[in-house]
């Protein structure tokens, strides 16, 4: 049985109000705090789930990011949609028009900016509206045409919460499956190679990778981390640099349970 570790960048997209920031508190229990992170009008929630496979098992932990839905915004909105490796397109059922927005607008956008991505789109506010209506039926048949898959869903009653976030992490789990068998990826041993990890991870979680190399150059020249040579001292220290940036760029949590992971790696790694 092999085992896999994967992290991905899910982002919720559609007009204001159609429930996204409702359905990701319905699925993310331990919600890490509830206020938007102003500066970039997002906030991020983390959520760990395993899928089986023969011969597989795979953890799949989703960054699911949550992005101001108004237009307006459009310019916050493509900064945080770049490096998204998944999308859930989110149309409220009780507003025909936001069905529509997902083709002519949200799915234009994504491809714009992160190209062909798994994707699955939802009708929200099932408790308000007939499953038969004509917006859920315009939202399946969109959904079959393009060969995304679609649920019905309400945040308020919890139907199908979870399924959509189970059928996007089946699909961004088929990918890896599909993927040529790499070498096996064994997990980083030498304190380098941990280094290495961590700034993938760090750039992986940040999503602007530009700005995430600026942070780690940075940081790790303030800790005086010599890449070729690293001290697991200095690595230490540029960690607690990077957490503070993932303060700001994620949650206070999120930015904790990174830095414990990433001190207890680098400890163990051989030096
Ligand atoms: P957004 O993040 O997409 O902008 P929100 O949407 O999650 O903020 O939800 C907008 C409003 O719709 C909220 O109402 C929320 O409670 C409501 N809502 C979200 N999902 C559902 C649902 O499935 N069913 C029903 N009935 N309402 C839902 P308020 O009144 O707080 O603005
Ligand atoms: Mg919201």
Same mark, same amino acid.
């Given at each position: 049985?092999?085992?896999?570790?994967?992290?991905?960048?899910?982002?919720?997209?559609?007009?204001? &109000?159609?429930?996204?920031?409702?359905?990701?508190?319905?699925?993310?229990?331990?919600?890490?705090?509830?206020?938007?992170?102003?500066?970039? !009008?997002?906030?991020?929630? #983390?959520?760990?789930?395993?899928?089986?496979?023969?011969?597989?098992?795979?953890?799949?932990?989703?960054? /699911?990011?949550? /992005?101001?839905?108004?237009?307006? @915004?459009?310019?916050?909105?493509?900064?945080?949609?770049?490096? +998204?490796? !998944?999308?859930?397109?989110?149309?409220?059922?009780?507003?025909?028009?936001?069905?529509?927005?997902?083709?002519?607008?949200?799915? #234009?956008?994504?491809?714009?900016?992160?190209?062909?991505? %798994?994707?699955?789109?939802? &009708?929200?506010?099932?408790?308000?509206?007939?499953?038969?209506?004509? =917006?859920?039926?315009?939202?399946?048949?969109?959904?079959?045409?393009?060969?995304? %898959?679609?649920?019905?869903?309400?945040?308020?009653? *919890?139907?199908?919460?979870?399924?959509?976030?189970?059928?996007? *992490?089946?699909?961004?789990?088929?990918?890896?499956?599909?993927?040529?068998?790499?070498?096996?990826?064994? =997990?980083?041993?030498?304190?380098?190679?941990?280094?290495?990890?961590?700034?993938?991870?760090?750039? =992986?979680? @940040?999503?602007?990778?530009?700005? +995430?190399?600026?942070?780690?150059?940075?940081?790790?020249?303030?800790?005086?981390?010599?890449?070729?040579?690293?001290? #697991?001292? +200095?690595?230490?220290?540029?960690?607690?640099?990077?957490?503070?940036?993932?303060?700001?760029?994620?949650?206070?949590?999120?930015?904790?349970?990174?830095?414990?992971?990433?001190?207890?790696?680098?400890?163990?790694?051989? *030096?």
């Amino acid at each position: 049985m092999e085992l896999r570790e994967i992290l991905k960048k899910i982002v919720l997209l559609g007009d204001g &109000g159609v429930g996204k920031t409702s359905l990701i508190a319905r699925y993310v229990v331990n919600k890490f705090d509830d206020k938007y992170i102003a500066t970039i !009008g997002t906030k991020v929630s #983390k959520k760990d789930i395993q899928v089986v496979k023969p011969n597989l098992i795979v953890n799949l932990r989703m960054m /699911i990011w949550d /992005i101001l839905g108004q237009k307006e @915004y459009s310019k916050i909105r493509t900064s945080s949609l770049s490096g +998204a490796q !998944g999308v859930i397109l989110v149309a409220d059922l009780s507003r025909p028009e936001t069905v529509n927005n997902l083709q002519s607008f949200w799915l #234009k956008e994504v491809q714009q900016v992160v190209g062909k991505v %798994p994707t699955v789109m939802v &009708g929200n506010k099932t408790d308000m509206v007939d499953k038969g209506s004509m =917006a859920a039926t315009i939202l399946e048949s969109t959904g079959q045409k393009l060969g995304i %898959p679609t649920l019905l869903s309400s945040a308020k009653t *919890g139907e199908n919460v979870e399924e959509m976030f189970l059928t996007l *992490g089946d699909i961004l789990v088929a990918d890896v499956v599909a993927a040529q068998p790499r070498a096996k990826e064994k =997990a980083p041993q030498t304190l380098a190679e941990v280094v290495d990890f961590i700034i993938q991870d760090f750039c =992986a979680q @940040y999503g602007d990778l530009e700005k +995430a190399m600026l942070i780690v150059q940075h940081q790790f020249e303030d800790a005086g981390v010599d890449i070729r040579r690293p001290s #697991k001292e +200095a690595v230490l220290q540029a960690l607690d640099g990077l957490a503070k940036a993932e303060e700001l760029s994620l949650t206070k949590s999120v930015a904790r349970v990174n830095l414990e992971e990433r001190q207890r790696m680098v400890i163990l790694s051989k *030096g």
